[in-house]
């Protein structure tokens, strides 16, 4: 089974505050990806990686950064938290292989900043 | 643009009624579609998909989705609802030349027993 593991649950920051959120995926897939998910907005992609060391923006990405260092691992960080960051925050990767296109989610991370 | 659109943003049913909740895309090639569900406090899981062939998809619980090229369409059906069906719904459109999917803002699903 693929499996994309995301290290928190919950997270609850202050306001200003570095946060990291970790992403790990077991499949050696090229393609991960990075949605915060609010009510009545759907998924929204913050950011998403084709490779190590590449990033492109999604439709969201001020306030946000991400880091591709190692392929099974995508980390995306809020150098500084601020409340309207709060949200439900899903990671995905995706395998594309002939007629194959499917994305794999995460749990999720539910992210409060106080 | 690229865009998927659930006009629909809470529906309710009765136990044992048909479904069928909506979705149109905007693309310029055929896409790739995705129904997907997630029921309170879960992840996301895939319904069905649809690449190439037949339009009509069956899916997991089931459900089924019918590829409209003419419409832009792919509606999401099942004939008799059970109350474990109450969750949120997301269309959802792949872009193989982008690798990456575009969601629909979600449609929630209710139950009347």
């Known amino acids: 089974d693929v499996k994309v593991t995301q290290s928190s649950r919950y997270l609850v920051k202050r306001t200003g505050e570095k946060v990291f959120l970790e992403c790990v995926q077991d499949?050696?897939?090229?393609?991960m990806f990075w949605y915060r998910q609010d009510p009545g907005l759907g998924l929204r992609l913050i950011y998403f990686?084709?490779?190590?060391?590449?990033?492109e923006k999604g439709d969201i990405p001020e306030g946000y950064s991400v880091s591709r260092e190692k392929k099974e691992r995508f980390s995306l960080i809020l150098e500084s938290a601020s409340t309207n960051q709060t949200s439900m925050y899903l990671c995905a990767s995706s395998e594309t292989s002939g007629s194959v296109f499917r994305e794999y989610f995460g749990a999720g991370t539910r992210l409060s900043v106080l | 643009a690229q865009s998927v659109t659930q006009p629909d943003i809470h529906i309710t049913v009765s136990e044992g009624a048909s479904l069928e909740l909506r979705c149109n895309y905007s693309?310029?090639?055929?896409?790739?579609l995705f129904w997907y569900v997630q029921s309170p406090g879960q992840g996301l899981q895939l319904l069905l998909k649809?690449?190439?062939?037949?339009?009509l998809v069956q899916g997991i619980k089931g459900f089924e989705a019918e590829f409209k090229r003419s419409q832009s369409s792919f509606n999401l059906r099942k004939p008799s609802v059970h109350w474990s069906d109450a969750a949120e719904y997301f269309c959802a459109v792949g872009l193989p030349s982008a690798s990456k999917i575009i969601f629909g803002s979600g449609t929630r699903l209710s139950i009347r027993p």
């Open positions: 990686s084709y490779d190590v060391k590449m990033k």
């Open positions: 649809y690449f190439s062939g037949d339009t």
């Open positions: 693309y310029g090639a055929t896409p790739y």
């Open positions: 499949m050696d897939h090229e393609n």
